[in-house]
């Protein structure tokens, strides 16, 4: 038995961002994980990422798709994109896990699909839970993990982040090898 701590939100803020990254930093030092997964829109919260974890760490970004807001767009802009390379973290824009054909459908027929409905069944631990699942999929199907290694995969509610968990990573095609192995910190309340 190991016991451990777990940062829970009682509101939704960005001011979260700064003790979820310190929690995720401590954590991953203490289990040796060394690649971390962010979910970023614009930006912001990739890059107060990459000044927590610095060298050492392989920092994956994972965006937005083009289109999700407005057709052709990302909504982070190339200003952003180049810091955050150069400041050694690697961009993901892709397709989203849960989205793509289901949301289409869902778009078009105002029907769920199977990939809606795990997104949604998701949701039930908070917004930050489908999310850090869903970008955690995306990083491994784009071949950026090392899918022998636990990762720590952040996301938010709204703006900056406030949920984090320890994967066990897998590709979409054995979605259900994936695992939650820890909770680093979670809202406790929806928005």
Same mark, same amino acid.
């Given at each position: 038995?190991?016991?451990?701590?777990?940062?829970?939100?009682?509101?939704?803020?960005?001011?979260?961002?700064?003790?979820?990254?310190?929690?995720?930093?401590?954590?991953?030092?203490?289990?040796?994980?060394?690649?971390?997964?962010?979910?970023?829109?614009?930006? #912001?919260?990739?890059?107060?990422? @990459?000044?927590? +974890? &610095?060298? =050492?760490? !392989? *920092?994956? /970004?994972? $965006?937005?798709?083009?289109?999700?807001?407005?057709?052709?767009?990302?909504?982070?802009?190339?200003?952003?994109?180049?810091?955050?390379?150069?400041?050694?973290?690697?961009?993901?824009?892709?397709?989203?896990?849960?989205?793509?054909?289901?949301?289409?459908?869902?778009?078009?027929?105002?029907?769920?699909?199977?990939? #809606?409905?795990?997104?949604?069944? @998701?949701?039930? +631990? &908070?917004? =930050?839970? !489908? *999310?850090? /699942?869903? $970008?955690?999929?995306?990083?491994?199907?784009?071949?950026?993990?090392?899918?022998?290694?636990?990762?720590?995969?952040?996301?938010?509610?709204?703006?900056?982040?406030?949920?984090?968990?320890?994967?066990?990573?897998?590709?979409?095609?054995?979605?259900?090898?994936?695992?939650?192995?820890?909770?680093?910190?979670?809202?406790?309340?929806?928005?």
């Amino acid at each position: 038995m190991t016991e451990k701590t777990i940062v829970y939100y009682d509101e939704i803020k960005e001011d979260n961002t700064a003790v979820t990254l310190n929690a995720v930093k401590k954590r991953a030092d203490e289990l040796g994980i060394k690649e971390i997964i962010v979910s970023s829109t614009r930006g #912001g919260t990739a890059v107060k990422t @990459l000044e927590q +974890f &610095g060298a =050492g760490y !392989k *920092v994956i /970004v994972v $965006t937005h798709s083009a289109g999700f807001r407005e057709p052709g767009k990302i909504e982070m802009s190339d200003e952003t994109k180049a810091k955050i390379e150069e400041m050694g973290g690697i961009i993901l824009t892709t397709g989203h896990a849960f989205g793509g054909v289901d949301r289409a459908i869902n778009k078009k027929f105002n029907t769920l699909g199977p990939a #809606g409905l795990v997104a949604h069944v @998701l949701r039930m +631990f &908070g917004q =930050g839970m !489908k *999310v850090v /699942v869903e $970008t955690a999929y995306m990083a491994a199907d784009a071949g950026l993990l090392d899918m022998d290694k636990d990762v720590i995969s952040i996301a938010g509610t709204g703006k900056g982040c406030d949920t984090a968990v320890v994967i066990k990573p897998a590709h979409l095609n054995d979605m259900f090898d994936l695992y939650v192995r820890e909770i680093v910190t979670k809202p406790t309340v929806r928005t």
